[in-house]
């Protein structure tokens, strides 16, 4: 069991240059999240996706678009990257059964300049 | 909007004693309170759900207090050791909002031997 991966872990955009972050669970779960942690600001919520196919706005959705590709698979994609978008961006699955406990990817580090 | 407020300065405390972490929400009528481990680089680590109803949960060195009436939770770690230095991060859930979860900002405790 991998549990939730990322890639990339690191990545460094010029503003305007686009790039899609890419997650996977395999624990069968049917919820996932994308958060943007900063400095003093805690997990913020992007996305999330209740389910394959669905697809919601979380807190701070502006400048990001996201696809749910099948059930093990949400990927992140910045159309245009600018300077506000640097951050670290975490995946997370949930399971419903039980605690609600979300799992987390290792992160992906991002610096747009 | 849903607010959650947690120690903003780093918690220091010398090994052996107990830490207590505090979280505090406003504006949210959570169904559970959750509690997450971070380390420097990594995504957070769930560790204890305790529900609306319930006043206390324990996990080994781990006790959390949840009080909906002043809409405070307390962590606290007993017998404290330098490897329990961590971020730790509150978090708030209900069904009526899909089980999103919404997160504090972190407290970030160090353990003195």
């Known amino acids: 069991n991998a549990g939730v991966t990322q890639t990339p872990k690191f990545q460094v955009l010029k503003t305007g240059q686009s790039m899609t972050l890419q997650c996977a669970q395999d624990?069968?779960?049917?919820?996932m999240y994308w958060y943007r942690q900063d400095p003093g600001m805690g997990l913020r919520l992007i996305y999330y996706?209740?389910?394959?196919?669905?697809?919601d706005k979380g807190e701070v959705p502006n400048g990001y678009n996201v696809s749910r590709l099948n059930k093990r698979e949400f990927s992140l994609r910045l159309e245009s990257a600018a300077p506000s978008q640097t951050s670290v961006y975490f995946c997370?699955?949930?399971?419903?059964?039980?605690?609600?406990?979300?799992?987390f990817g290792p992160g992906t580090r991002l610096t747009v300049t | 909007s849903q607010k959650i407020e947690q120690n903003s300065e780093a918690l220091n405390i010398q090994e052996g004693k107990t830490a207590t972490l505090t979280c505090n929400y406003t504006?949210?009528?959570?169904?559970?309170l959750q509690w997450y481990r971070q380390d420097p680089g990594r995504g957070p680590v769930f560790l204890l759900l305790?529900?609306?109803?319930?006043k206390e949960k324990r996990k080994e060195r781990l006790k959390v207090t949840f009080d909906t009436t002043l809409k405070q939770s307390l962590f606290h770690i007993t017998a404290s050791q330098p490897a329990d230095s961590a971020t730790y991060l509150c978090?708030?859930?209900?069904?009526?909002?899909?089980?999103?979860?919404?997160f504090g900002a972190g407290t970030i405790l160090r353990v003195k031997s």
């Open positions: 996706s209740a389910s394959e196919g669905t697809t």
């Open positions: 997370a699955s949930q399971s419903l059964g039980g605690t609600y406990e979300q799992y």
């Open positions: 504006n949210y009528s959570p169904a559970y």
């Open positions: 305790i529900r609306e109803n319930e």
């Open positions: 978090a708030l859930g209900s069904m009526e909002y899909g089980n999103k979860l919404v």
């Open positions: 624990m069968n779960h049917n919820s």
